[in-house]
Antibody
Framework: QVTLKESGPGMLQPSKTLSLTCSFSGFSLSTSGMVVSWIRQPSGKSLEWLAAIDWDGDKYYNPSLKSRLTVSKDTSNTQVFLKITSVDIADTATYYC??????????????WGPGTMVTVSS | NTVMTQSPTSMFISVGDRVTMNCKASQNVGTNVDWYQQKTGQSPKLLIYGASNRYTGVPDRFTGSGSGTDFTLTISNMQAEDLAVYYCLQYNYNPFTFGSGTKLEIK
């Protein structure tokens, strides 16, 4: 059974670096066609895709945020990390990690974590 | 970025209604569009992938259609448990972009 769960600091100050962890089970990120992505959602607003890392270790970033984002994974392929530098109030959101996989040529996000809320405030 | 414009923003509906919502892409995205359902306080759930393919376990009252720039999600025979916000997503171009959502509310 596939599960993902995000963890983070809850609250941090502007200009700091936000570190998020996605812990998952039920699949291996080393399996071909598997990807873990980060997506965020400010309260009451839509979703924004941030970054992804795939089974080969290739990394993908939203160009509008690329200079501030770093995605990585652990060597056991059970955790994925996201760092966002120089946070400000606009980074306040619920952050989700989600599994993306390919199925007969179709890609989709089939499993999502419950999300972790991050508030940037002084 | 590819802008996904969803309409309407919200709909007031009754149980049993047929509901149609739309998503228009600012450029041709082929059929690389998914639809997700998000209930209050929950993470999004996949309904439709590749514009028209119903995901495993999704009731057949949900139907997706379209290609190119125009996409539609239809719910026939609306049920109370379908009250949610629905988002389209294009993944043809980086960055992936979501629509602003269509919220279904009870009339």
């Amino acid at each position: 059974q596939v599960t993902l769960k995000e963890s983070g600091p809850g609250m941090l100050q502007p200009s700091k670096t936000l570190s998020l962890t996605c812990s998952f089970s039920g699949f291996s990120l080393s399996t071909s066609g598997m990807v873990v992505s980060w997506i965020r959602q400010p309260s009451g607003k839509s979703l924004e895709w941030l970054a992804a890392i795939d089974w080969d270790g290739d990394k993908y970033y939203n160009p509008s945020l690329k200079s501030r984002l770093t995605v990585s994974k652990d060597t056991s392929n059970t955790q994925v990390f996201l760092k966002i530098t120089s946070v400000d109030i606009a980074d306040t959101a619920t952050y989700y990690c989600a599994r993306r996989r390919v199925y007969y040529g179709y890609w989709y996000f089939d499993f999502w974590g419950p999300g972790t809320m991050v508030t940037v405030s002084s | 970025n590819t802008v996904m414009t969803q309409s309407p923003t919200s709909m007031f509906i009754s149980v049993g209604d047929r509901v149609t919502m739309n998503c228009k892409a600012s450029q041709n995205v082929g059929t690389n569009v998914d639809w997700y359902q998000q209930k209050t306080g929950q993470s999004p759930k996949l309904l439709i992938y590749g514009a028209s393919n119903r995901y495993t376990g999704v009731p057949d009252r949900f139907t997706g259609s379209g290609s190119g720039t125009d996409f539609t999600l239809t719910i026939s025979n609306m049920q109370a448990e379908d009250l949610a916000v629905y988002y389209c997503l294009q993944y043809n171009y980086n960055p992936f972009t979501f629509g602003s959502g269509t919220k279904l509310e009870i009339k």
